[in-house]
């Protein structure tokens, strides 16, 4: 009985998983109003893996989470962007790195709010001084985006929430460091 | 904050700490508690929480009341994101149209030095429940005034 229940309950599963695959894009997260900054720095930098993004809310898996691999690659595009450095390198050659970790995603399907802090940490490369470091919060209200769809499980209205939550995060991220970057120097430079 | 590597990582109650920092045996004070969303003023939210706050950190035995001068006390400062109290029919028709609402960003500092050395956010929601959830925009406050306390509480060995 067991073995026979076996197989429709695998392929029920992966049905089930195949129907929850995120559906953000990274392209859905770089900030649309960043601009190339005019003065920037004549660091050369590298962007680590950002750590975390693990939401504690179990649920969220069922919708499109913000994960690690898709935010550091929204947040080089969003500096490469900007150019508020001279140069977007790897590690080896980079005067600087900066690492982010995503201390706090919270939210759950059907939820109202989607709220995401972030931490950035800019260090020297060569002694590991920190040059620059800040926490940024950044949140949405479904009802902000809720344009008349009777679809309160619409995935994409959560990806959306989402997105905006992360490029408002990038924004003020890249909104500080247009007032720091010129004035960060490393040992190398 | 010291460190992002070097920050704890809180799976369940979701502070996160600066390296190294120890939170056993120290006392808690409650500062005013600030808000971006007017709703939270019009709503009493702020002073609810504070006072919730205070409420629950007196339980455990961990509020500053100031009568003691404990040395190096950690200030909690907290300011409302997001507020709403919603609405008992939008809650009865469908979840988030009436949904009651906080979002609170918490900072921990050193009393002395007012370095940063903790942060978490609290959010607290009440989506469905209908008439049963008449006092939704109020139990949100302490709910969330309760998930701060456990997950301070959480980082004290007892």
Same mark, same amino acid.
């Given at each position: 009985?067991?073995?026979?229940?076996?197989?429709?309950?695998?392929?029920?599963?992966?049905?089930?998983?195949?129907?929850?695959?995120?559906?953000?894009?990274?392209?859905?997260?770089?900030?649309?109003?960043?601009?190339?900054?005019?003065?920037?720095?004549?660091?050369?930098?590298?962007?680590?893996?950002?750590?975390?993004?693990?939401?504690?809310?179990?649920?969220?898996?069922?919708?499109?989470?913000?994960?690690?691999?898709?935010?550091?690659?929204?947040?080089?595009?969003?500096?490469?962007?900007?150019?508020?450095?001279?140069?977007?390198?790897?590690?080896?050659?980079?005067?600087?790195?900066?690492?982010?970790?995503?201390?706090?995603?919270?939210?759950?399907?059907?939820?109202?709010?989607?709220?995401?802090?972030?931490?950035?940490?800019?260090?020297?490369?060569?002694?590991?001084?920190?040059?620059?470091?800040?926490?940024?919060?950044?949140?949405?209200?479904?009802?902000?985006?809720?344009?008349?769809?009777?679809?309160?499980?619409?995935?994409?209205?959560?990806?959306?929430?989402?997105?905006?939550?992360?490029?408002?995060?990038?924004?003020?991220?890249?909104?500080?460091?247009?007032?720091?970057?010129?004035?960060?120097?490393?040992?190398?430079? | 904050?010291?460190?992002?590597?070097?920050?704890?990582?809180?799976?369940?109650?979701?502070?996160?700490?600066?390296?190294?920092?120890?939170?056993?045996?120290?006392?808690?004070?409650?500062?005013?508690?600030?808000?971006?969303?007017?709703?939270?003023?019009?709503?009493?939210?702020?002073?609810?929480?504070?006072?919730?706050?205070?409420?629950?950190?007196?339980?455990?035995?961990?509020?500053?009341?100031?009568?003691?001068?404990?040395?190096?006390?950690?200030?909690?400062?907290?300011?409302?994101?997001?507020?709403?109290?919603?609405?008992?029919?939008?809650?009865?028709? &469908? *979840?988030? %149209?009436?949904?009651?609402?906080?979002?609170?960003? +918490?900072?921990? /500092?050193?009393? =002395?030095?007012?370095?940063? @050395?903790?942060?978490?956010?609290?959010?607290?929601?009440?989506?469905? &429940? *209908?008439? %049963?959830?008449?006092?939704?925009?109020?139990?949100? +406050?302490?709910? /969330?005034?309760? =998930?701060?306390?456990?997950? @301070?509480?959480?980082?004290?060995?007892?």
């Amino acid at each position: 009985m067991q073995s026979r229940l076996t197989v429709p309950v695998l392929v029920l599963s992966f049905t089930l998983l195949g129907g929850c695959t995120p559906l953000v894009q990274v392209n859905d997260l770089v900030p649309r109003s960043v601009v190339r900054i005019p003065s920037k720095s004549s660091m050369r930098l590298a962007v680590a893996a950002a750590e975390g993004g693990e939401s504690s809310e179990s649920m969220t898996v069922v919708v499109a989470n913000v994960n690690g691999p898709e935010y550091t690659e929204a947040l080089r595009q969003t500096l490469g962007t900007a150019g508020l450095f001279s140069e977007l390198t790897t590690e080896d050659h980079a005067d600087a790195v900066l690492r982010t970790r995503i201390l706090s995603q919270r939210n759950a399907p059907r939820s109202a709010v989607y709220t995401l802090l972030v931490h950035y940490e800019l260090r020297d490369r060569e002694t590991s001084a920190i040059l620059w470091q800040d926490t940024i919060y950044s949140d949405a209200v479904g009802s902000d985006f809720y344009s008349g769809e009777v679809d309160i499980i619409n995935r994409k209205f959560f990806v959306r929430v989402r997105a905006k939550t992360v490029q408002d995060n990038l924004s003020q991220l890249v909104a500080t460091l247009t007032e720091q970057a010129p004035h960060l120097k490393t040992r190398s430079r | 904050m010291a460190a992002a590597a070097g920050l704890a990582f809180a799976d369940e109650a979701s502070l996160w700490l600066s390296e190294g920092v120890d939170l056993n045996g120290r006392r808690f004070a409650v500062d005013p508690v600030t808000t971006i969303d007017p709703r939270a003023e019009e709503e009493h939210a702020v002073d609810k929480l504070r006072t919730e706050l205070a409420k629950g950190l007196a339980q455990l035995e961990m509020l500053d009341t100031g009568d003691k001068a404990p040395p190096r006390s950690v200030r909690i400062s907290c300011e409302i994101k997001r507020y709403s109290a919603g609405n008992v029919a939008g809650r009865w028709i &469908g *979840g988030k %149209f009436g949904a009651a609402y906080i979002v609170v960003l +918490v900072k921990l /500092a050193e009393q =002395e030095s007012h370095q940063l @050395i903790g942060e978490m956010v609290a959010v607290r929601e009440i989506a469905g &429940g *209908g008439l %049963f959830s008449i006092e939704a925009g109020s139990t949100i +406050v302490t709910d /969330a005034a309760d =998930e701060i306390v456990k997950a @301070i509480s959480n980082r004290v060995a007892h």
